[in-house]
């Protein structure tokens, strides 16, 4: 069957959308973010207890998202929730940001696999921009095969990811000899505690990010009234559960002294567990999780600026759907842009997951201002889902998100400056893209 040149396929379901709430979640975070976490708080049930509460969070906006997603089937989820609220130009705002947080994030986890590359291949250690360009591009590749194919990838590498984090999660349990668990708790006390806590806070708002990614492929999906709850609710309750057992199993394997100054958690408690050449190559493992994540990146970051040029707020030719079902032009645009921070400057590598923290949570909040919004201004619009306590839930994730991006700000001053700038010049930008359109 032909279709049309900026119509997306339906072909899509429930097994997806697991996968892709899996894959689009567990990634560089979960891999990156214990060690710093435990470098500003010494206590592991305090770290439990902070990744638990963010869990939850996840697990209420995934309520909201529901609403958003049955009743706006757009592809782009926060753009198109955003612009349908509140006019064209903050949704241009939030999609462009959304897109671009993603872009960061992309340049971010292909660094990340290019550093658990060169655990395997220690000769690669001056060369990990060039790995991370070489992996992107394998992933643009791979992408021009079209939806389908990318969507089985999907599924399958979200199982191998699951299965490789459960054994890594069995190993720690059965050869940890409790690490920082058996140790006094020695977390700080007053305004150092309170910011290590906010900055634990991010790092794992980071880690948690794309509990929503399903949403993003709803105008794909075959049947999402019925298949969109259950994926994404079961999603983000298998990550959480890993999350916390992941958390649980490092604690249980590391000190504290060797924990706070891990830049690679997982690797390096099994390196602790195993040695150094054993250690190495269940690291190939690891690697998995990141690839299933800069695949599910790969997928829904050119669906935003897809639907952005849909609606006359992007360049056209990216509202243009291949043979395969995949918006091609929008896949170079991502890849290529995630290439180029790579080779701006080496240190931003470092930087880039606050920045993508920063457009994330501002996309969360802008998200569920949203369905308030909606709920006011289209009382009408058909819901097949309706949020759980409203308008109790969606004021009280308004208020949690706002205080995040409030965290952010005061935590990230010199990564903000960026996104300000950004946010400065968005304005003359949306109106060019008017004047063409």
């Known amino acids: 069957m032909k279709k049309s040149s900026n119509q997306l396929w339906k072909v899509l379901g429930t097994s997806f959308g697991v996968a892709v709430t899996l894959g689009g979640t567990i990634g560089t975070g979960i891999l990156r973010k214990p060690g710093p976490i435990a470098e500003q708080l010494h206590s592991p049930t305090l770290i ?11 697990l209420l906006g995934v309520s909201c998202v529901l609403e958003l997603s049955l009743s706006i089937p757009k592809a782009g989820a926060w753009y198109g929730y955003a612009e349908r609220a509140f006019g064209r130009y903050i949704g241009f705002l939030v999609g462009l940001s959304s897109w671009l947080g993603t872009v960061t994030a992309l340049g971010f986890g292909a660094y990340t696999f290019s550093e658990y590359l060169a655990i395997l291949f220690p000769l690669l250690t001056s060369y990990l921009v060039y790995c991370s360009l070489g992996i992107l591009i394998l992933l643009w590749l791979f992408h021009q095969l079209g939806v389908v194919l990318a969507g089985k990838s999907q599924e399958w590498l ?31 006390i007053g305004l150092p505690l ?27 999906n075959k049947n999402p009234e019925k298949t969109m709850p259950k994926s994404m609710f079961i999603g983000v309750i298998v990550v959480a559960c890993i999350y916390i057992m992941i958390n649980i199993a490092i604690l249980y394997s590391l000190p504290f002294s060797i924990l706070s100054q891990s830049k690679l958690a997982a690797a390096d408690t099994m390196t602790y567990i195993f040695g150094a050449n054993m250690g190495r190559w ?29 609606d006359g707020l992007f360049f056209k030719k990216a509202s243009e759907i291949n043979a395969v079902g995949s918006p091609s032009f929008a896949t170079h645009i991502t890849l290529g842009l995630a290439c180029l921070f790579l080779l701006v400057d080496k240190e931003i590598n470092e930087r880039l997951s606050d920045i993508a923290t920063f457009f994330f949570v501002a996309s969360y909040l802008s998200g569920f201002a949203a369905l308030i919004r909606l709920r006011v201004k289209e009382p009408n619009l058909p819901r097949p889902y309706r949020v759980w306590a409203y308008p109790y839930l969606p ?34 930008i949306y109106h060019q893209f008017l004047k063409k359109n």
């Not at 996104?419 to 304005?427: A, C, E, R």
């Open 194 to 220: 309170w910011s290590g806590i906010m900055t634990a806070l991010l790092s794992i708002f980071y880690a948690f990010d794309g509990w929503h990614t399903a949403a993003y492929f709803t105008e794909e």
């Open 158 to 188: 979200s199982g191998i990811k699951a299965v490789a984090l459960l054994i890594f999660i069995g190993i720690c349990a059965f050869m940890g000899n409790g690490g920082a668990i058996s140790e006094s708790p020695s977390a700080p």
């Open 282 to 310: 269940i690291t190939l493992f690891l690697m998995v999780s990141i690839l299933g994540i800069l695949n599910t990146q790969v997928m829904f970051a050119p669906r935003v600026i897809f639907s952005m040029s849909r």
């Open 48 to 58: 439990i207890f902070l990744w638990l509460i963010v869990a939850i969070y996840a």
């Open 395 to 428: 004021i009280l994730l308004v208020f949690l998100s706002s205080l995040f991006l409030l965290g952010t700000l005061l935590t990230n001053l010199q990564s903000v400056i960026y996104v300000m700038l950004f946010i400065g010049l968005s304005y003359g």
